[in-house]
């Protein structure tokens, strides 16, 4: 099984730039989390960088790989149109490269995907078909369509392609903050892991001066931790998996490919409460700027409640979270403000 490279990232960063956006890195002030009422999480705190990517036009990463993966295709495949399987950011990421490429869109989204990322779907054009929760039954109904009507499956993390375009989000960061000393990532199919771990330990520098790469997902779906410390790829059901808040990242197994890339790349997976996934939510509302939806809030959980977990980290570090995604359900972001209230009353 080959591994991408870093020529092969490279490559991407020119193909999706035009559609891709570069995002930003924005410190988190100690000052600005005491303010809004965590002075504690403050005074214990390394230096945080949120790398933002719900600044995409989707307000997620997806967007890079599904671009690159559909931008590769040919005039004849593109007519054809194409289908992917996902709980809805991939979705949206498929979705909006389809239509900005000319072709046809079709989307095998559980039943309990947050209706925000069902709509904004449905909104970019995309025909949505429904299947049960587990991850197994949309790829399963999405080989079924394709095979039906000759649609080229876009993978949510498994592919060569989707790996090296999220992997440009290591080559920015390394770029907006090259002093870095650990850089999160949220995991869950582990395209973004994989790829941002390999374009950041294959990056033109000595491996001493390479930041550290972890992968962060809820405790409540840890196959990815499983998978990693028995180096054994393992699958959760989907009733376990569908347990956590975070809907983007209730995969049931990281992908073959992607889990190649984590064995050789990744320094290792930490895995985060609900309660600290609520508690990292709240504070993107209260003292950012950022709106991150929960499965982008794990990396800033680990950070806040777990830095005794990664070697060598104290308070005078740098570390960079990444905030997978913005799609807020509503319902939600009311929530987690109204338990915001009630802490400050």
């Known amino acids: 099984m080959s591994l991408i490279t870093l020529d092969d990232i490279l490559a991407v960063r020119d193909r999706i730039a035009s559609t891709a956006v570069r995002t930003p890195l924005v410190p988190l002030s100690h000052e600005r989390l005491a303010a809004a009422g965590f002075a504690e999480l403050a005074a214990r705190a390394p230096e945080i960088y949120l790398k933002d990517e719900s600044a995409q036009p989707i307000k997620s990463f997806k967007l890079r790989g599904a671009y690159n993966k559909i931008a590769q295709l040919s005039p004849e495949e593109l007519k054809l149109g194409v289908i992917t399987y996902s709980s809805g950011n991939h979705a949206q990421g498929v979705a909006f490269s389809a239509r900005a490429l000319g072709a046809k869109a079709v989307i095998v989204m559980p039943s309990n995907s947050p209706q925000v990322k069902m709509d904004a779907t449905r909104a970019l054009g995309a025909e949505i078909v429904t299947v049960g929760p587990a991850s197994t039954e949309r790829k399963l109904k999405a080989e079924q369509l394709a095979a039906e009507h000759g649609y ?24 907006q903050l090259p002093d870095a000393d650990l850089v999160l990532s949220p995991v869950s199919g582990g395209g973004l892991l994989s790829g941002i771990a390999t374009a950041i330990k294959l990056s033109p520098r000595p491996p001493a001066l390479a930041p550290a790469v972890y992968g962060c997902e809820p405790e409540l779906a840890a196959d990815s931790a499983e998978s990693f410390r028995t180096r054994t790829l393992v699958e959760w059901p989907a009733e376990k998996t569908t347990r956590t808040l975070c809907d983007g990242l209730r995969t049931q197994s990281l992908g073959r490919l992607n889990f190649e890339h984590i064995l050789q790349f990744v320094d290792g997976i930490v895995t985060v409460t609900e309660e600290e996934i609520r508690t ?23 950070a806040l409640f777990h830095a005794n977990e990664f070697p060598g980290i104290t308070p005078s570090s740098k570390v960079v979270v990444v905030v997978s995604g913005g799609n807020l359900d509503s319902t939600l972001r009311t929530q987690l403000e109204s338990e915001t209230a009630a802490t400050h009353v």
């Open 152 to 175: 080229t499956i876009i993978p949510p993390y498994d592919d060569p392609a989707i790996i090296a375009g999220q992997a440009t989000c290591g080559l920015e960061i390394l770029e």
């Open 280 to 302: 990292a939510l709240r504070i993107f509302l209260a003292a950012t700027d950022i709106v991150a939806e929960p499965s982008g809030a794990v990396t800033l959980a680990a």
